[in-house]
């Protein structure tokens, strides 16, 4: 196993911690959302479909880690001349990437499984600002993705 094998696991890596943040992410929330629509359902009133929103808002962390392998990491580690020589630099750019993917998403999730007790039991009020917490630690994960892209061999 040479070098090369390592930088070409810079592929798998980023896509895949992403999309398991992603899915943490989305599994916190998704529970979340699923007992307060049965809390609603007992009282008689009508589901808030706001919690979708909070729901799906940590799938863009893949999508992110998905643009990362297909725009920077691809054409390189496909160059065996860049690889040749940048392997480490690679590696090291795919797992970075997959942390800031999954743990940005994974945290999200879990904002927006709060955000969902918030709603539930505030009676619907303060989507805006559960929006905004949950942006902000979106903003770690395009931070990683552009930050990232910029120091690419």
């Known amino acids: 196993m040479g070098a090369e094998f390592f930088g ?8 895949g911690m992403g ?8 599994g916190a929330a998704g529970r979340a959302a699923a007992g307060a629509w049965a809390k609603e359902a007992k009282a008689g009133k009508p589901l808030n479909f706001s919690y979708i929103i909070l729901v799906g808002m940590p799938l863009s ?14 054409a390189r580690v496909y160059s065996p001349e860049i690889l040749a020589v940048n392997a480490g630099a ?6 970075a990437g997959g942390l800031a993917e999954l743990f940005s998403a994974w945290m999200q999730g879990l904002i927006g499984a709060a955000a969902c007790r ?3 039991e505030g009676e619907g009020k303060g989507l ?3 929006i905004i917490a949950m942006g902000i630690v979106e903003t770690v994960g395009l931070f990683g993705f552009v930050f990232l892209l910029l120091v690419l061999p």
Do not use: P
Not at 8 to 15: A, I, K, R, T, W
Not at 61 to 69: K, N, P, S
């Open 19 to 26: 999309a398991v943040g992603s899915a943490l992410g989305i």
């Open 118 to 120: 918030c709603m539930s």
């Open 61 to 74: 962390q893949t999508i992110y880690a998905f643009i990362l392998m297909l725009v920077g990491l691809k």
């Open 128 to 130: 805006a600002f559960l």
């Open 8 to 15: 070409q696991l810079s592929l798998g890596l980023v896509l």
């Open 90 to 95: 690679l590696l090291s750019i795919g797992i």
